[in-house]
């Protein structure tokens, strides 16, 4: 796997590095030593997946409160999204500081995210899957979000979204935290 890193500290675009032959293609999308070794979570105790029909829906942005912060590996299995992750930790060197990928299910890419980090994402394509692997499981108590389109953050999404749910949607704009 290849790694390269965010400007979100802690977080990193994952590409597979793919061995075909005739059969097909093999690829590492996972490996416990590789993860431990540059200090990412190394266990994933839940996974998710969503199921995006029409092309320009936003999911987020989610997170979960301390001390229930999940790190999260996310991929697309079907279609094209652009994923964000926002830096919430207030003694991170990139505390509200945004970064996005493009995760391509051709590519077979991911993006890790740290604990402490808002993810979103906004879909490019019709019929667009995501999954998802949290190091931690979800806590309703816990579950926590920020505006898509909050000043704080100013990301630049390559679209205005033409779908979002009534909860993510009614988000409050993100207070500062003091580090």
Known sequence: MKFTESRISGA???D??????????????FCRETFAARGLAREFLQCNTSLNPKK????????????????KLVRATRGRVFDVAVDLRP??????????????WRRRNAFYIPAGCAHGFLTLDD???VFYQMSTVYV???????RWDDPAFGIQWPAEPSLIGDRDAAFAAYVKERS
Not at 16 to 29: N, S, V, W
């Open 12 to 14: 990193f675009l994952i």
């Open 16 to 29: 597979p590095e793919p061995h075909q032959d005739e059969r097909g293609l093999f690829a590492r999308t």
């Open 56 to 71: 320009g829906t936003l999911r987020g942005l989610h997170y979960q409160a301390e001390p229930y912060g999940e790190a």
């Open 91 to 104: 003694g991170s060197p990139s505390y509200l500081l945004w970064d996005a990928v493009e995760l391509d």
């Open 127 to 129: 019929d667009c899957e």
């Open 140 to 146: 309703p108590a816990a579950a926590r979000g920020a």
